[in-house]
């Protein structure tokens, strides 16, 4: 059984910079597609972004160019590095980790959350000044 433990996230002012993390434990990451999804009040939960077995990455449009995700192999961690925030970016963000579509290939579309096995606690973003 994968654990998946969110970090960062809080209170940001429109144009600053916050990184989520998402340690795993017992197992290696390395073996999951590790995605990360977000949830604003009142909206369905919207896939932003992942990262494959082989490093490929995908991006929501609404963040594409503005989020990063990478894996730290050597702590076990997915990083999301989100930079030039907006209002809009305001929700519950989720990791989350997909091992039975793990070894499909690059050209699957991992974004739909059913996908997914383990979830990690969730983490409060807020963009506002």
């Known amino acids: 059984q994968l654990k998946l433990v969110q970090s960062g996230g809080g209170l940001v002012q429109p144009g600053g910079s916050l990184r989520l993390s998402c340690a795993g434990s017992?197992?290696?990451?390395?073996?999951?597609?590790i995605g990360w999804f977000r949830q604003a009040p009142g909206k369905e939960r919207e896939g932003v972004s992942y990262?494959?077995?082989?490093?490929?990455?995908y991006y929501a449009g609404s963040v594409k160019g503005r989020f990063t995700i990478s894996r730290d192999n050597a702590n076990n961690t997915v990083h999301l590095q989100m930079n030039t925030l907006k209002s809009e970016d305001t929700a519950v963000y989720h990791c989350?980790?997909?091992?039975?579509?793990?070894?499909?290939?690059?050209?699957?579309?991992?974004?739909?959350?059913?996908?997914?096995?383990?979830w990690g606690q969730g983490t409060q973003v807020t963009v506002s000044s």
């Open positions: 017992p197992l290696s990451l390395d073996y999951y597609v």
């Open positions: 990262i494959t077995r082989t490093g490929h990455t």
């Open positions: 989350a980790a997909a091992g039975r579509i793990a070894y499909y290939s690059d050209s699957y579309n991992f974004s739909n959350s059913a996908d997914y096995d383990f």
